[in-house]
């Protein structure tokens, strides 16, 4: 059934029809909507959960954390400075392998204070041991909030859906809203593996000295090394898993078919831009407008940031003239954070691309589609790029 | 969901001796019994226990001649508090390192 809502109702959609069952958020701006309407659908008895109403962001989490140990199948949002200070939490969360699905709504972190949108709070939390996927319009939101249920309950780490605040979360698009019965046979319950519960008392993410040791039944208890390792590996095997529940998705939904990235008239590129997030839809029109002009350029629209599709990367950029990277974060002090991933999975190629960066965005500061349009022209012919100085779109505008 | 193929999630323990790991390593004082003073081993009656009762960490046996599972023992010495006998000492752990470690000795 198509609707006309905005991205945040998409979200919310997304978490009712995956049955959560537990959810815990405090309310800030852009994602508040969200969660504002996962409320009422509880108290409406539209959705059948439990709403905990919590004192701050780092509780929320806790909360998820808790009911996601019983096999609740657990929800939470929120943007900028709140993501930061579940902080501790995120880590917990990745480490104790919960299955969890978190919203998060892109805005600019402070100081200084700001509402706007770039992915700076998303990024900087790229090391915590958490899934991130990208999604650029509402349809894409409703549908990867789904699929990261499945995801992160076959792997058992957690999942954040980031979109943009405002660009997504407050814009309205008409999206398709799949049949229950249709997301149920795709989402099966889920029962995690340590279901902590009166029945069975267990000390769970106990102390875990450096080494491995025997435990009670005289079976090798992996050390702390051990278990970071295996977050490791089995988070790059999620790359895989992630397409084979794309291709369930398809079968069942009728939609997908791009998890990792969308390719956009990429086949005989030789200039490839690489956006996360709604700016891709509108690099969409530009690549268009380009290829009018005789120019060979396409545009890769990643979805999938970590676990990061570093061989995925490198066999669709191997050999191209130029790859064009436009990001709404920065690594301060070394360039943006997607443009180093980029140039360290492109390494071992034979022929690299030049890869020039550009900063955008930022805490909601303005662009246009002839921003990307003057950017990639610029590029065409570039022979090098200055790694550590990325090119700031709309400075002193 | 398929989890089976995961290997491992985090730590996770049940009740029971020493599962948080090896803690013995951290014992700076070591319990030492002496048996002609201690209430079951002197009697050949299984009485008392206090020591074994009152342990946090359960590594005294109910036997008639006590014994301490010194590979989890952390030292705490409540043992050696509760024994109405006294017939627990807490004796430096350096007084046995080179016992068991002689290649450590001055000598070796």
Known sequence: ?397 | MTTENLRVLTSASYAGPGDAGRTGSWRVLRPVIDYAKCAPAKTGKPACFLCWLYCPDSVVSKTLEPTIDLEYCKGCGICAEECPSKAIAMVEESNFTEMEFPSLTREG
């Not at chain 1, 996962?38 to 929320?60: P, T």
């Not at chain 1, 792997?155 to 979360?169: R, T, W």
């Not at chain 1, 025997?214 to 278990?227: K, N, Q, S, T």
């Not at chain 1, 990429?266 to 009018?292: F, H, P, T």
Request: charged share 20%; aromatic share 10%; glycine share 8%.
């Open chain 1, 1 to 397: 059934m198509f609707v006309f809502e905005s991205g945040n109702i998409a979200a919310a959609t997304g978490a009712k029809l995956a049955r959560v069952q537990v959810i815990a958020a405090y309310p800030i701006t852009p994602q508040t909507p969200l969660t504002e309407k996962l409320s009422e659908y509880v108290d409406s008895g539209v959705l059948d959960a439990q709403y905990v109403a919590v004192e701050s962001e780092h509780s929320a989490l806790a909360v998820c954390i808790g009911a996601s140990s019983t096999s609740a199948r657990a929800f939470t949002a929120t943007s900028a400075n709140g993501l930061l200070y579940m902080a501790e939490q995120l880590h917990w969360a990745a480490g104790a392998r919960l299955p969890l699905v978190m919203c998060v709504v892109n805005r600019g972190i402070g100081a200084p204070f700001n509402i706007w949108n770039d992915h700076q709070d998303s990024i900087s939390q790229r090391d915590t041991g958490w899934i991130q996927i990208y999604a650029k319009d509402h349809q894409e939101i409703l549908d990867s909030v789904i699929k990261a249920y499945r995801l992160s309950e076959e792997v058992c780490i957690p999942v954040m859906i980031c979109y943009d605040g405002y660009y997504l979360s407050h814009t309205y698009m008409p999206y398709d809203v799949p049949d229950q019965s249709a997301v149920d046979a795709f989402l099966p319950p889920y029962e995690y593996r340590h279901n902590l519960g009166p029945k069975k008392p267990t000390n769970l993410n106990t102390v875990t000295l450096p080494g491995g040791r025997p435990d009670i039944h005289g079976e090798f208890a992996p050390g702390y090394m051990e278990l970071r390792e295996c977050l490791h590996v089995e988070m790059v095997q999620a790359i895989d898993i992630y397409r084979r529940i794309d291709g369930d998705f398809a079968q069942l939904i009728g939609r997908g078919g791009n998890p990792i990235a969308e390719r956009y008239l990429c086949d005989d590129a030789d200039y490839v831009a690489v956006a996360l997030g709604s700016m891709a839809n509108q690099i969409k029109d530009v690549v268009s407008r380009l290829r009018e002009e005789g120019l060979k350029v396409g545009l890769l629209a990643l979805a999938l940031y970590r676990p990061f599709p570093n061989e995925f990367l490198a066999s669709e950029l191997s050999g191209r003239k130029g790859v064009i990277v436009f990001e709404k974060a920065i690594s301060f002090g070394h360039s943006g954070a997607l443009c180093s991933d980029l140039q360290a999975a492109l390494y071992p190629c034979t022929s690299r691309p030049v890869v020039s960066n550009y900063i955008l965005g930022l805490g909601g500061r303005s662009y246009q589609s002839s921003d990307f349009y003057n950017a990639i022209r610029d590029c065409v012919g570039r022979g090098s790029a200055d790694f550590q100085n990325p090119a700031w779109i709309g400075l002193g505008r």
